[in-house]
C-alpha cells in the first residue's frame, strides 16, 4: 500500500505542509474498498496513511519525483493540510517514471493530469527496486529508520506451560487492506494484533518472531490471492495466497496446534487440501466472519 499525492504546482513538494481540497482525498483512482476506508481521515484512517510510503508527482511529471512520508493530516472546513517530509535515502526518480510504472501501480488513464491524493494497494517498493529505480538496500534502511515509529509489542510474560490470551499473530500477504482490517477488528477486542511480517522488519526473521513470542495462544493466517498458479500442463490458473503464508500457517499450526491457528480466506483463492482439522473462515462482506474468530478465540481461553 503507497499514497500517491500529485499536484499541478511544480514547487509543491519543496516546503511542507501542502493544502489540498478534502473532496479530492482517497476517492479519485482510488478502488471503492479503499476508498471506503480512508475517505472520511478519522483517527485510525490518518495513523494508517501516515505509516504508507508516499509518491511525490506533479501533474505530467514536470519535475522529478520524490519518495518519502506523510507526517501530519490536518482538516480543515473544506481543505486538507498535509505535513510531509522527502526520504533523503532515495534518489530523485527521474520524469516519466510514473508512466513508466503505470500498469504496475494501477494508475488511471488521465491520473497524471489530475491534482488528488489516490491510495494504491501495490507493493511500490517491489516495483521500484524491480525497475532499477531504488536498491533493496535504500528500502532496508527506510524500514529501519521508520520502524523506531512502530516499536515492537511487548513480550507478554505468563507462567511455564501457559499461553498467552492477550495477543494475537497475524500472517499476511501484500493485501494490506485485508491485514489492517484483520489488526483493527483484534484491536476492537482489547487484544493486541502481532503482525509478523511488518515486525520482521526489525531485524528477526518470521520464523524468529514466532519464537521470540512463543507464548501468544492464537494466530491468523490471512489467505488473500496474492499470486497465481496452476499444476504444470494444467490450463486453468488459480489464485493463491503467497508461499511464506502458506509456510508460516504451517508452522504456527505446528507450533501452536491446529486449534489456535485459523485460516481466514478472501475471495476465490485456493486452500491446502492435505491438512485435515484445519479452521478455514471466508472473510465475507457481512462481516461474519468476525463472529467465528470470537467464538475460535473463546475456544483456546480468550475473554472477548
Known sequence: MFNLLISSNADAWLQSPYELERDRVAIEYTVDEI??????????????????????VTENE???????????????????????????????LPKGTIENIRRDIDLGRWELSRTHWAIKDEPIFDILVKKGYITLDQVKEFQRLRSTNYPDPQVIPTPAGVLNTKQVFIVHGHDDIAK???????KSLGLEPIILHLQASSGRTIIEKIEYYSNVGFGIVLYTPCDIGCKAGALNYLYRARQNVVFEHGYLIGKLGRSRVAAVIKGGVEIPNDISGVIYISLDHENIWQEFIKKELRAVGYKV
Do not use: C, N, Q
Not at 518519502?68 to 532515495?90: C, Q, W, Y
Not at 489492517?180 to 483484534?186: D, G
Open 35 to 56: 476508498s471506503e476506508r480512508y475517505k472520511l481521515l478519522d483517527s485510525t484512517a490518518i495513523d494508517e496513511l501516515k505509516g504508507f510510503p508516499t509518491l511525490f
Open 62 to 92: 514536470a519535475v522529478e519525483t520524490r519518495i518519502g512520508i506523510i507526517t501530519s493530516i490536518k482538516i480543515r472546513l473544506s481543505t486538507v493540510l498535509i505535513g510531509f517530509e522527502l526520504d533523503p535515502i532515495f534518489p530523485a
Open 180 to 186: 489492517l482490517e484483520m489488526a483493527s477488528f483484534i
